[in-house]
């Protein structure tokens, strides 16, 4: 898959021009808005800061959301394994920095919230392999399990007395994911920089990850090929809900510390349109995922400087996914004239 | 017979063009179709027959050309309008819905702001079974009655708004010789009553067979007719030397000829072959083995056999008479009930399908897109499918995709196919050249066991014969070669035995010698071996 530059660029100036038609439709001065993102996403250092924490969750799913997708298992059950897996970390972290020292601690809280999240997906797994049920619809109800159960886990058992606002015990910022240089950037983004490559390298470049995608292209040829289809699916399960999970534990161990009761910043569901963007491409999917989060931070701070809600946000995305299709569209049927 | 000569023609085409890229489907057809009259259409694979028949059932517009019906000059711009023409058109697969019932598949066409009138239906289902002599249940799901009785199914939907011309695309094609018989008298029938009937076919017997007029196409061309009153002072031969006369007259250079004369051949010829060694182990033996029944699939009971190096056993039947399940036993791809399978002596029951690979079995799907390969991937990867993993081309679990390249570039050129590169999504290439990866793919130095199932399915006459020629040389070279088909033709011409299977069982093993063809039809509708 070869990506020329014209084929991406067009579209993302396309969305903006719309998505600045809409603004200026609205009153604001969309000039003055790009800019002003592009100052406090990107420019501004605390902002450029900001935007890399952020990408790191971002990344890590994606990676999951990669594998799952050229397998042709549909993984929207992201959110809910997301949230348990941030649960395990919070709720952990804290009670093992007591006796353990603190890269020990982050190690054990990542290994258990990656098999909060396996677990999560077992159910969907089983039964795809054994009833064929659609894992859209499992994947989907799972995650509103799961968002709701880790509410539970949060007000109830792991519940800090001490605190007013139903959250875990803080895990104390020294003991959290190590720093980078002398930035507030903590390690995260480089896991999941990490996660991105190995995931791209593993699907492209392995045995293992072709079998993924000729379960996902046409499952009815690698049983004919003899590929263990089920085994396959499980194991598709469980590193994407893995690889999710690692996203939960890396942004409380890096940013937050604790976990708060109704948290839910649903990445889930903001990044499935930017891996489809990448079309399933792990390096692409780098590029998609800096500029989401540039206007995230950028946006977070103009809905509060001009006024323009912050979910704006997705309505560029919204229009950068149109813009594309439409771009491939037309490129599809002037291949074809020229063929016919 | 001849009645309608002299009269106007119920349906006349007049100069039909259609272009598709790269192709050219029709080129300037001009055609009369008769009332009371069986047209027989006749030519090889891509010759043009669907499309002109898609044309009259208002699928595809003309690029240039129009119809005329009964002296009346009209455009067939859809299905409905091909309807309310009175054109019934029978295609070569079947296009019901199994879930409903017949009455419900029949009800379909009916207008949505009216309430489905059961009583008129089936009194309507009535009177066209009398007309052609047929007795269906109107409240059985479509899904349980057999492909024959589907067809019928077919048949009455497409004289459901009255039958002025009925257009059969292939309709022998799932038929044992009992029905083809069967149908040809049911034709017969409708046309003592008047309708229209074209038959299209590419075999040269049933045309002369069933029809009165016979029309000869050639890659997109009209090549020319035989009169009824022309054929019938002929005998079989001279109708078949005319044919060929009417196919192959521009075959002056090599190519060509050569073509007339395979079509001669086609069916006609068995493959002289040297003397099997029957004295040594079979390489693969079945023995009671049964399968289990999935809903909508002929499941095999109790089913035995033996095939010894170097022979070509036939599996004849009908469609869909638990071929597939057989072929799928055979490649490890689908459980067995009870009963075991024996590979070079060693019990391979329980194995899956890359340990059988390891003892040589190896399987031809008939479903070359659905299952046999991934389209969207490229030629490449479709060539080493079945070994994901394996040396040369992957080192610990690494791809080597170099390796895989170069690999797909030799076998295009030495089985010459036609791509424009190895990166091409497999998809993109004709039915005869994804054959072509399939068959290179499985037939490798340590096979011992092919199982082909319907090998020629699809494909013109050129890529049928490579076909053919492939399976006889894999049998050459000491293969215990298995080829499930449902044209008969092909069985008698390739096959040392032939086992016949209905409705899941093994109803009888014939020796292909003189006379087999009577023996084996009489099995394919159930009747016991005596």
């Known amino acids: 898959m070869i990506f020329s530059t014209a084929r991406v660029l067009v579209p993302i100036i396309m969305a903006l021009v719309v998505g600045g038609l809409i603004l200026f439709a609205l009153g604001k001065d969309p000039f003055a808005y790009y800019e002003y993102v592009v100052q406090r996403g990107l420019l501004s250092w605390s902002g450029f800061q900001q935007t890399l924490i952020r990408s790191a969750p971002l990344l890590l799913i994606a990676s999951g959301l990669i594998v799952a997708f050229r397998a042709g298992i549909w993984n929207l059950g992201v959110d809910g394994q997301f949230l348990l897996a941030a649960v395990a970390s919070a709720a952990l972290a804290p009670v093992l920095i007591v006796a353990l020292p603190s890269w020990l601690t982050i190690i054990i809280c990542c290994g258990v919230s990656i098999a909060v999240a396996m677990a999560w997906s077992v159910v969907p ?35 800090d007395p001490d605190n007013t606002v139903p959250q875990t015990m803080t895990l104390p910022v020294t003991d ?90 649903a990445y889930g569901l903001l990044v499935i349109p930017l891996v489809f963007l ?23 701070s103009a809905s509060r400087r001009m006024g323009v809600p912050n979910f704006y946000v997705l309505v560029l995305v919204a229009l950068l996914l149109i813009f594309l299709a439409l771009v491939e569209y037309l490129d599809h049927l002037s291949h074809k004239r020229k063929k016919a | 017979m001849n009645s309608a000569a002299g009269q106007t023609p119920a349906v006349s085409l007049h100069s039909i063009t259609k272009r598709f890229p ?121 899904g349980r009655l057999s492909l024959g009785q589907q ?15 009925l257009v059969l695309d292939e309709p022998t094609s799932m038929l044992t010789p009992q029905g083809v018989d069967e149908l040809g008298a049911l034709m017969r029938r409708l046309a003592g009553q008047g309708v229209a009937i074209v038959f299209i076919t590419h075999k040269l017997r049933e045309a002369y067979a069933f029809g009165d007029r016979i029309s000869v196409l050639r890659q997109g061309k009209l090549v020319g007719d035989i009169l ?131 003892l040589g079995v190896r399987y031809i799907t008939d479903e070359r897109l659905g299952e046999g390969t991934v389209g969207g991937h490229s030629v490449a990867t479709n060539l080493v ?47 005869g050249n994804i054959q072509k990866v399939l068959l290179a793919r499985e037939i490798s130095i340590n096979a011992s066991v092919v199982v082909f199932n319907k090998p020629t399915y699809g494909l013109d006459i050129h890529n049928t014969r490579l076909a053919r020629d492939r399976i ?31 409705n899941g069982e093994m109803s009888g093993i014939v020796e292909n010698r003189a006379g087999a063809e009577s023996e084996i039809g009489r099995l394919m509708t159930g009747a016991k071996a005596a």
């Not at chain 2, 070669?481 to 008698?492: A, G, M, P, Q, R």
């Open chain 1, 278 to 300: 990448a079309r399933f491409h792990g390096i692409a999917v780098i590029g998609f995922t800096l500029l989401f989060a540039i206007l995230m931070i950028g946006g977070e």
């Open chain 2, 472 to 502: 006889v040389k894999a049998a050459a070279s000491g293969i215990a070669t298995i080829v499930i088909s449902t044209e008969l033709d092909e069985l008698l011409e390739l096959s040392d035995r032939i086992g016949v299977i209905f």
């Open chain 2, 151 to 165: 067809q019928q199914v077919e048949i009455i939907r497409a004289l459901w708004h009255g039958g002025k011309v």
């Open chain 2, 228 to 358: 009824p009153e022309h054929l019938d002072d002929m005998d079989e031969e001279q109708a078949t030397n005319e044919i060929i006369q009417l196919m192959f007259k521009s075959a002056v250079h090599g190519a060509e000829s050569a073509e007339a004369e395979i079509f001669l051949r086609e069916g006609q010829e068995r493959h002289k072959r040297g003397v099997i060694n029957k004295s040594g182990p079979p390489v693969i033996s079945l023995e009671h083995v049964s399968t289990r029944a999935e809903p909508g699939e002929c499941a095999l009971h109790d089913i035995g056999f033996s095939v010894m190096p170097g022979e070509v056993f036939g599996i004849a039947g009908v469609d869909g008479n638990g071929q597939k399940h057989l072929a799928e036993v055979i490649a490890g791809q689908r459980p067995v009930l009870s009963g075991c399978i024996k590979v070079s002596g060693e019990l391979t029951t329980d194995a899956d399908v890359p340990a059988r690979r390891r």
């Open chain 2, 385 to 431: 499918l079945k070994g994901i993993g394996a040396p040369p081309f992957w080192r610990f679990f690494v791809t080597i995709w170099q390796r895989i390249f170069r690999h797909a570039r030799e076998i295009i050129v030495a089985h010459d196919v036609r791509t424009p590169s190895e990166h091409t999504p497999l998809a993109r290439l004709s039915g």
């Open chain 1, 125 to 159: 797994a089983f039964l795809k392999t054994r009833y064929g049920l659609n894992e859209i619809i499992t994947t989907l109800m799972m995650t509103f399990l799961g968002i709701s159960f880790a509410n539970v886990l949060v007000k109830l058992p792991f519940n």
């Open chain 1, 176 to 265: 959290r994911l190590g720093r980078l240089f002398d930035t507030t950037i903590h390690s995260g983004i480089i896991i999941s920089l990490v996660a991105v490559f190995a995931v791209h390298f593993v699907m492209t470049r392995t045995a293992f990850g072709l079998k993924l995608q000729i379960v996902g292209s046409n499952p009815r040829a690698a049983k004919h090929a003899g590929l263990n289809v089920g085994r396959l699916t499980f194991a598709t399960f469980a590193i994407s809900a893995g690889l999710v999970g690692l996203g939960g534990a890396v942004e409380i161990l890096g940013v937050w510390g604790t976990m708060r009761a109704d948290w839910n910043p």
């Open chain 2, 22 to 142: 790269g192709v050219l489907a029709n080129n300037d057809i001009s055609l009369d179709i008769h009332a009371g009259e069986v047209h027989a259409l006749l030519g090889e694979n891509g010759a043009g027959k669907s499309t002109l028949i898609s044309i009259l059932a208002g699928m595809q517009q003309p690029d240039a050309g129009h119809i005329e019906i009964e002296g009346v000059r009209v455009k067939i711009h859809s299905p409905r309008e091909s309807l309310r023409l009175q054109i019934g058109t029978v295609f070569q697969h079947v296009v019901l819905v199994h879930s409903l019932t017949v009455i419900e598949n029949l009800m379909l066409g009916g207008a949505w702001w009216r309430i489905h009138d059961r009583k008129t239906a089936l009194a309507r289902l009535r009177d066209i079974s009398e007309l052609l002599g047929v007795k269906i249940e109107p409240d059985v799901p479509v």
